[in-house]
T-cell receptor, first 114, second 108 residues
Framework: NAGVTQTPKFQVLKTGQSMTLQCAQD?????MSWYRQDPGMGLRLIHY???????DQGEVPNGYNVSRSTTEDFPLRLLSAAPSQTSVYFC?????????????FGPGTRLTVT | KNEVEQSPQNLTAQEGEFITINCSYS?????LHWLQQHPGGGIVSLFM???GKKKHGRLIATINIQEKHSSLHITASHPRDSAVYIC??????????FGTGTRLQVFP
């Protein structure tokens, strides 16, 4: 099993550009989440999904969109990148609800917006 | 104010030392997780516990619900234990509050 994969590993964008961060898992997990990690702060939840076709907002959803058309994939779209979105992004999946099941994290995407 | 506080923020140790990282939370939780983030950035889940103690190899996690406190212990520390350790409180089945992490460096 590859576990949770994310692409790209690194990305530099100019302000106003859009892009999609890819996330895929091969463990047949229903629950998937996107987090961002900023220096001096804990991981913060952007969006999450409890199954194909079902998504919901987390703590910091503004400027991001998600969709979940399959169990395996959960892409995160930045609609119009801003310097405040410079961060490291992690995708995670779990067999059940995040609070009670182990989460498996992807390797992260380091995004810089200039 | 973050509802999950970790101490210390930074910790250095010599190989072989016994290490303790502390986590306190301000309101009741359903479960508490410990994560390990390697220098390369990857995050691994170490433990999830809601009471008592769990052990995996040289790692031991404890939680005291009444005192709203959890500890992560590493016995016989090794340089490969160098990482950031993150405490995570689960406040219901979906809401997680992440601590800011404890950076551990173990020197040979």
């Amino acid at each position: 099993n590859a576990g949770v994969t994310q692409t790209p590993k690194f990305q530099v964008l100019k302000t106003g550009q859009s892009m999609t961060l890819q996330c895929a898992q091969d463990m047949n997990h229903e629950y998937m989440s996107w987090y961002r990690q900023d220096p001096g702060m804990g991981l913060r939840l952007i969006h999450y999904s409890v199954g194909a076709g079902i998504t919901d907002q987390g703590e910091v959803p503004n400027g991001y969109n998600v969709s979940r058309s399959t169990t395996e994939d959960f892409p995160l779209r930045l609609l119009s990148a801003a310097p405040s979105q410079t961060s490291v992004y992690f995708c995670a999946s779990s067999r059940g609800r995040r609070g009670f099941y182990e989460q498996y994290f992807g390797p992260g995407t380091r995004l810089t917006v200039t | 104010k973050n509802e999950v506080e970790q101490s210390p923020q930074n910790l250095t140790a010599q190989e072989g030392e016994f290490i303790t990282i502390n986590c306190s939370y301000s309101v009741g939780i359903s479960a508490l997780h410990w994560l390990q983030q390697h220098p390369g950035g990857g995050i691994v889940s170490l433990f999830m516990l809601s009471s008592g103690k769990k052990k995996h190899g040289r790692l031991i996690a404890t939680i005291n619900i009444q005192e709203k406190h959890s500890s992560l212990h590493i016995t016989a520390s090794h340089p490969r234990d160098s990482a950031v350790y993150i405490c995570v409180g689960s406040y219901n089945t979906d809401k997680l509050i992440f601590g800011t992490g404890t950076r551990l460096q173990v020197f040979p």
